[in-house]
Each structure stands twice: as structure tokens, then as C-alpha cells.
């Protein structure tokens, strides 16, 4: 069989830390703020860090095993080669689906904004959000990453606009009241987990960046640090500014603090900005899906011709086209949060699957070679990837009835296509 041709290796370290940052901090922080401090009031911070602490668990089993396997299929290689074929094509659509719907409903997202500035029909807006985002990554993964990292650098001024805005009222409030208790501060952590995804995309960049196995794991460490700090800050200066129960009953949260402080001009600049997470979001999640997408298909999980990149750009397009199209397909209906939650729901199983295969290869191949170590064992047992294989399942135990079986029935159509399917051996991971 003929060798696939590589991904072209563009992206230097500093590329991919901004990648990661600006799909971390994307529309989950503009769009679920408001429900999370209806769960959590003004601990709407602790919800943020019990997030993070789970999230920098899994974040670390990502990193070690990302330097020992640096491809784009990212997760379906990892459980591919600890949990075998069926499991790994099983994760990968979950995976896939994830991206896919949850780009659909931020375009949404970003659709209820723009029509606040020029009012088309919000399916309008998406399909045309999906469209230029499409063609956009169809040019390359330089301008796809410039793109993103512009995108990014706007975030981060409205983020910290707020935090600004916060300065002046910190201290006036009790950042220990919690309406609910502390089971509303786990509710709103598994829901604003969804303020997180994105790290785990990172990794999906491997085979498009230099020296992958030393980059991919520190410019994923990283953006979980700077994204964690600001969303800290900016849960703290939300409730200064606001009570917990406005926020709660606010649609555009951000907004609504923004015009506490600045007026309605200053609502109208945070919507733009809303624009641009929101669009940045979409823009990774579809990256990401794309890869993870040709990932599969050159190992041959998927049919074949997924695999097929531009000779030029040395772009999947085939993949990134069939990502574009079932995005457009689900755009035309979706609630954020209950997607949202969905999300979580197959992001919460796929990151107990690579918690457990950190742990399961510490066994069973103790001597292979491992560019990123997790530090911190008792004997063979690595002390994070434990600790984030049970905290991922504490978090899917918040989710609702409701979202756990949609999540189980998506989880069974996975397993019995995979389970049909037919595989073979993965190619040699490329260094």
C-alpha cells in the first residue's frame, strides 16, 4: 500500500499554545456563565476551579500520550493501541460527533448575536458562519491557525474587559454563598466543563507541528494554565458586578455587566466580541473534527478516501468538506445547553478511556519510551490520570437523566458500527 502523504508541519510552539487557548476560552464562557450562576452563585469560581483541577488531570494524560503517539487521530491511536480497534473506533465518533454538533450549536450561538446587528433568519447566519469557515480551513492550516490566533487575541480583550470592569466591586459580596449547596457548585462544574473543551484538540495538531512530541504537550499545558487564570477572574469580577440571580436570568450575561459599567455602547462591543468567540469556536471544533476524521481514515477506520489531502496546501479536504456539510446539516435546530451537556457526556467518557489508558500502559509497557512523563506515582500507578478517571465519572454523574441516555444511545450506534466494521493495523506513528 502506498504511503499517505504527511500534514504539512507549519505550526511552532507558540501557534499551537494560542490554538489551544482560543478554543478553551471559545463561546462556552460567553454562553453558559449565566446558567452556571444559577447552579452555583457567587461560588460560581469553586464550580471553575474543581473544572479545571479535573480537566488539568485529564489535560496531563493527553500530554504524556500525545509525545509517545503524535497523530492526528489523537484518541482513536491512543486507545487503539491499548484497548484495541472496536473501543478506539467507538471513542473517535464520539469524538467526531462531539466537534460536529457542538460547532453547529455555537454557530447558532454566533448566529443569535449577528442577528442583533443585521436580522436574518438565525439558520441563515450559521449556514453562512459554516460556509466561510469551511472554505477558510480549506485554505491551510497557516491561515486557518493565523486566523485563530486573531480570533483569540479578541477574546482575550473582552474577557479581560470584564475583569476590569469587576475591579472596583471586588470584596462586596460573599463568594461562599452557594443557593443550592455545594451539590449546585458540582452541577454548574460538570455544566461549565464545557468552558474547557479544546484542550483535548490540541493534540489533533501533531502530524501539522514541528518537534510535536515536545510541543504538543507544553503548548497544551500552557493554554490550560492562561485559560484557567481568566476564567477564575472573570467568574469573581461576574458576580462582583452583578447579582448571581441577574446573571442567572440574563441571556447575554456578558452584556448585561458590560452595560452595568459601560453603557449600551459597551454592550455592543462585547457582542462583537461575542462574535468572534463564537466564530473562533466553531473554526477549532471543525479543525479538530476534520483531523481526527483523516486520523481514522489513514488507519483505515473509515473508508479510505477521507484520507486524500490537496497536493498543495496539504489539506484533508474531503474530510473537512464532510465535517462542513454534516455541521450545516444540524444547524438548523440546537439548544446550547443541552448540547452542551451531550457534549460533555461523550467528552466525560472518551477522557475516563485516556485516563485509563495512561494507566493501563504504565503496566503493561513500563520501559517504552515516554518524551512527556506525568510526574507523581505510588509504584507504577501515575497519581493524575487516577485522579482524573474518577472525577470524570463524578462529573458525568451530574448530568441529567435525560442526557445520559441520549449519551448512551449515541455511545451504542458508535459501538455497533463499529463493531461491524472492519480495521487494520495502524501505520508507524511519525516523530
Not at 120 to 136: H, R, S, Y
Not at 274 to 302: D, E, H, K, P, Q
Not at 410 to 428: E, F, H, N, Q, Y
Request: hydrophobic share 60%; proline share 5%; glycine share 10%.
Amino acid at each position: 500500500m502506498a504511503a499517505i502523504p504527511g500534514l504539512k508541519r507549519d505550526l511552532g510552539p507558540w501557534e499551537v499554545t494560542l490554538s489551544g487557548v482560543g478554543i478553551i476560552l471559545g463561546a462556552g464562557i460567553y454562553a453558559l456563565i449565566g446558567e452556571a450562576a444559577g447552579l452555583a452563585g457567587n461560588a460560581l469560581w469553586l464550580s471553575f476551579v474543581l473544572s479545571a483541577a479535573i480537566a488539568l488531570c485529564t489535560g496531563l494524560s493527553y500530554a504524556e500520550l500525545s509525545s509517545i503517539f503524535p497523530r492526528a487521530g489523537a484518541e482513536y491511536e491512543y486507545v487503539h493501541h491499548t484497548f484495541g480497534r472496536r473501543m478506539a473506533f467507538v471513542i473517535g465518533w464520539l469524538i467526531i460527533f462531539a466537534g460536529v454538533i457542538g460547532a453547529s450549536t455555537v454557530a447558532l450561538g454566533f448566529a443569535g448575536y449577528a442577528a442583533t446587528l443585521l436580522p436574518l433568519p438565525l439558520f441563515l447566519w450559521a449556514l453562512l458562519l459554516i460556509a466561510g469557515i469551511t472554505i477558510l480551513l480549506l485554505l491551510g492550516i497557516r491561515i486557518s491557525a493565523w486566523f485563530a490566533i486573531l480570533f483569540t487575541l479578541i477574546e482575550i480583550g473582552g474577557l479581560i474587559a470584564v475583569i476590569v470592569i469587576g475591579i472596583p466591586h471586588l470584596g462586596e459580596v460573599d463568594y461562599l454563598a452557594m443557593p443550592l449547596g455545594f451539590t449546585g457548585v458540582l452541577q454548574a462544574a460538570a455544566l461549565v466543563f464545557f468552558a474547557y473543551i479544546g484542550f483535548e484538540d490540541v493534540v489533533k495538531l501533531a502530524e501539522e507541528t514541528r518537534r510535536p512530541h515536545v510541543n504538543i504537550p507544553r503548548g497544551l499545558l500552557i493554554a490550560m494554565a492562561l485559560s484557567t487564570v481568566l476564567y477564575l477572574l472573570v467568574a469573581v469580577a461576574a458576580v462582583s458586578v452583578l447579582p448571581w440571580e441577574t446573571l442567572a436570568a440574563s441571556p447575554a450575561p456578558f452584556a448585561a455587566i458590560v452595560e452595568t459599567a459601560l453603557g449600551s455602547a459597551g454592550a455592543e462591543a462585547i457582542t462583537l466580541v461575542a462574535l468572534f468567540a463564537t466564530a473562533n469556536t466553531v473554526l477549532l471544533m471543525m479543525l479538530a473534527s476534520s483531523r481526527i476524521t483523516y486520523g481514522m481514515a489513514s488507519s483505515r477506520a473509515l473508508p479510505g478516501f477521507l484520507a486524500r489531502l490537496d497536493g498543495r496546501r496539504g489539506v484533508p479536504y474531503l474530510a473537512t468538506l464532510l465535517v462542513g456539510i454534516l455541521a450545516a446539516a444540524v444547524a438548523l435546530a440546537g439548544d446550547l445547553v443541552l448540547v452542551a451537556q451531550v457534549t460533555n457526556f461523550t467528552l466525560f467518557l472518551t477522557f475516563a478511556t485516556i485516563n485509563g489508558a495512561v494507566i493501563l500502559l504504565r503496566f503493561r509497557e513500563p520501559g517504552r519510551e515516554r518524551p512527556f512523563r506525568i510526574p507523581g506515582s505510588l509504584g507504577r500507578m501515575p497519581f493524575f490520570p487516577l485522579a482524573g478517571l474518577i472525577s470524570t465519572f463524578l462529573l458525568l454523574w451530574q448530568l441529567n437523566l435525560q442526557v445520559i441516555l441520549i449519551g448512551i444511545a449515541l455511545t451504542a450506534v458508535g459501538a455497533a458500527i463499529g463493531w461491524r466494521g472492519k480495521g487494520g493495523p495502524l501505520p508507524s506513528s511519525p516523530q
